[in-house]
């Protein structure tokens, strides 16, 4: 599993060869696994194939250039009418979230995640775009497609930001 997670990578270009919906519901169904709040599971997944509507989302979303090769995307949504309490949708939806990105690692799919939530303008414009409930909220939405681009495995492990029982004690100042 630490392969999985540090072999992926945010990918912006992708082949034209399009996912099959197999491994999409596979993608779905781990998202579905994510751990959240009382187990409330107040998330909602549109999944996005239509090119007209991949052209819409470049128009209000100002980093989604990647939609113009992507074979899909997945919109994530929380309803806070279903989360535990107030706030913990964007906890639920972020771990979904990462569900996706892993799941599709595995599967030889890139991804790359695109930030909507806080950006009120952004949620707004996807609120609009799909016709969202009142109480649902848009968190991220994710780009898929087969990559066509290499990205190398950098060194993301850093043991100073690492602290033992409390802040600032190192392990070997124990």
């Known amino acids: 599993m630490l392969d999985i997670i540090k072999k ?3 990918i912006r ?5 399009k996912i099959g919906q197999e491994k999409i ?8 696994y994510a751990p959240s709040a009382a187990n409330k599971q107040p998330w909602y997944f549109i999944v996005i194939d239509e090119p007209s509507i991949m052209k819409k989302i470049m128009e209000v979303h100002p980093h989604s250039r990647m939609f ?55 949620m707004k414009a996807f609120k609009e ?9 848009v968190f991220s939405l994710i780009a898929l497609g087969y990559a066509a681009e290499n990205k190398a495995i950098p060194e993301r492990y850093h043991p100073e930001k690492v602290f033992m029982n409390k802040w600032g004690h190192k392990k070997n100042e124990l």
């Open 8 to 10: 992926r990578r945010s």
């Open 13 to 17: 270009k992708f082949t034209a060869e």
């Open 25 to 32: 519901n596979a993608i779905l169904e781990a998202a579905m």
């Open 68 to 122: 113009e090769t992507a074979s899909h995307g997945i919109l994530v949504c929380g309803d806070l009418n279903l989360q535990h309490g107030d706030g913990y949708w964007l906890a639920d939806c972020g771990a979904a979230t990462q569900n996706i990105l892993l799941a599709a690692s595995s599967l030889s799919i890139g991804s790359c995640w695109l930030g909507v939530f806080p950006r009120v303008e952004r």
């Open 129 to 137: 775009l799909f016709g969202l409930s009142q109480q649902v909220e």
